[in-house]
């Protein structure tokens, strides 16, 4: 078993009496990922407005605007693994929120089954135009995120792919410190990569109505926020929007 671990690159810690997972020192969390449609949404959204916080981002009652510009290589491999099922993978994006410049976080989420990390750092948006444009330069003051995307770009080509747009809805909880999202309208972003472009075109993935729920948990999942959602229907979904929207704009062209 130890050697199980070891080849996969993870530790099982047990802390406060709960099952805890680490990778390099960092705390995984779960994620799950449920498709609904329209009726169960409202159903659940009524149920979480009781018994969980709304996101204090949320701007309007509906919740906020993601945008996120993702990057991939040479050998399109955060798209191929997520497809061939790999344990372990990652992905580098740079988000926004609500079309906004104030905060600019440049993402690497890494995945381990339904095990999940993510790295962080700000940049600034001369920052952002100098890795779409491929003029990013190594600096002394850079962290070791900016340094690792700098070496993926040099050594495997890493380059702008898609523009991923949603409109999300969030219900947290201390308690197991719980997210549970609601990602709707999934759009494609078509002619450009510019995330500060207002005008850009999309195109909806989804022809019928329906959203993706992400159930994100440290060590465990409440009984009362199980019990609120009532997910025991549903098969847990590998929905990838990156995916999804790579493959839309695809058949586009």
């Known amino acids: 078993i130890?050697?199980?671990?070891?080849?996969?690159?993870l530790n099982r810690i047990l802390?406060?009496?709960?099952?805890?997972?680490?990778?390099?020192?960092?705390?995984?969390?779960?994620?799950?990922k449920y498709f609904i449609n329209n009726y169960e949404y409202s159903y659940l959204k009524k149920r979480l407005e009781f018994g969980m916080n709304k996101d204090k981002n949320s701007v309007i009652d509906e919740g906020y605007h993601v945008r996120s510009l993702y990057f991939d290589d040479i050998y399109d491999s955060a798209l191929n693994e997520k497809e061939w099922g790999i344990f372990k993978r990652k992905?580098?994006?740079?988000?926004?929120?609500?079309?906004?410049?104030?905060?600019?976080?440049?993402?690497?989420?890494?995945?381990?089954?339904?095990?999940?990390?993510?790295?962080?750092?700000?940049?600034?948006?001369?920052?952002f135009y100098m890795?779409?444009?491929?003029?990013?330069?190594?600096?002394?003051?850079?962290?070791?995120?900016?340094?690792?995307?700098?070496?993926?770009?040099?050594?495997?080509?890493?380059?702008?792919?898609?523009?991923?747009?949603?409109?999300?809805?969030?219900y947290i909880s201390e308690a197991g410190n719980v997210r549970i999202t609601f990602d709707k309208n999934l759009r494609a972003c078509i002619n450009s990569y510019d995330i500060f472009d207002?005008?850009?075109?999309?195109?909806?993935?989804?022809?019928?109505?329906?959203?993706?729920?992400e159930i994100k948990y440290d060590s465990f999942l409440p009984t009362h926020i199980r019990n609120l959602i009532q997910i025991?229907?549903?098969?847990?979904?590998?929905?990838?929007?990156?995916?999804?929207?790579?493959k839309a704009i695809s058949s586009f062209a």
């Open 232 to 246: 025991c229907n549903h098969n847990i979904s590998q929905a990838s929007k990156y995916v999804m929207c790579r």
């Open 131 to 170: 890795l779409v444009d491929g003029e990013h330069q190594l600096e002394s003051s850079d962290n070791e995120l900016l340094r690792e995307l700098y070496i993926e770009k040099k050594t495997r080509l890493l380059r702008p792919t898609v523009i991923v747009d949603y409109d999300r809805e969030a």
């Open 198 to 213: 207002d005008k850009i075109a999309t195109k909806r993935v989804f022809s019928e109505p329906k959203m993706i729920m």
């Open 15 to 32: 802390k406060h009496g709960g099952r805890r997972m680490e990778h390099g020192n960092k705390k995984l969390r779960h994620e799950l």
């Open 2 to 9: 130890k050697a199980i671990y070891k080849y996969i690159g």
């Open 91 to 127: 992905k580098y994006r740079i988000r926004i929120y609500n079309v906004s410049d104030c905060i600019i976080k440049l993402e690497k989420k890494s995945k381990y089954g339904q095990y999940i990390r993510k790295d962080t750092v700000n940049i600034t948006k001369d920052r």
